[in-house]
């Protein structure tokens, strides 16, 4: 069974940092592409960035440019993002998903069932 587990959350101060990762389990995903997304309370989920399997490739929401950086380790089949510069728009719920590319939540096959991202003003 395919798992994806998300950490690294929580409260941090407009400013700050926090560095999210994704582990999966249940099969190797070296040779997919894995994507973040998220979502605020009361708004559709959105693409932030995604990251092809060699991690030759990424691409990123316009809100997230310059301050967002997705990586990967596929001997640890793990996906990161490195926040920096956090915002209180960033807050949400953030989504790792796997087997897929682009910024279309449909392009992807698995999900993680989030992790609670909360920037203070």
């Known amino acids: 069974q395919v798992q994806l587990v998300e950490s690294g959350g929580g409260l941090v101060q407009a400013g700050g940092s926090l560095r999210l990762s994704c582990a999966a389990s249940?099969?190797?995903?070296?040779?997919?592409?894995m994507g973040w997304f998220r979502q605020a309370p009361g708004k559709e989920r959105e693409f932030v960035a995604a990251i092809s399997w060699t991690g030759g490739r990424t691409d990123y929401a316009d809100s997230v440019k310059g301050r967002f950086t997705i990586s990967r380790d596929n001997a640890k089949n793990t996906v990161y993002l490195q926040m920096n510069s956090l915002k209180p728009e960033d807050t949400a719920v953030y989504y790792c998903?796997?087997?897929?590319?682009?910024?279309?939540?449909?392009?992807?096959?698995?999900w993680g069932q989030g992790t609670q991202v909360t920037v203070s003003s």
């Open positions: 998903a796997a087997n897929g590319w682009g910024s279309s939540e449909r392009q992807y096959d698995y």
């Open positions: 249940g099969r190797t995903f070296s040779r997919s592409g």
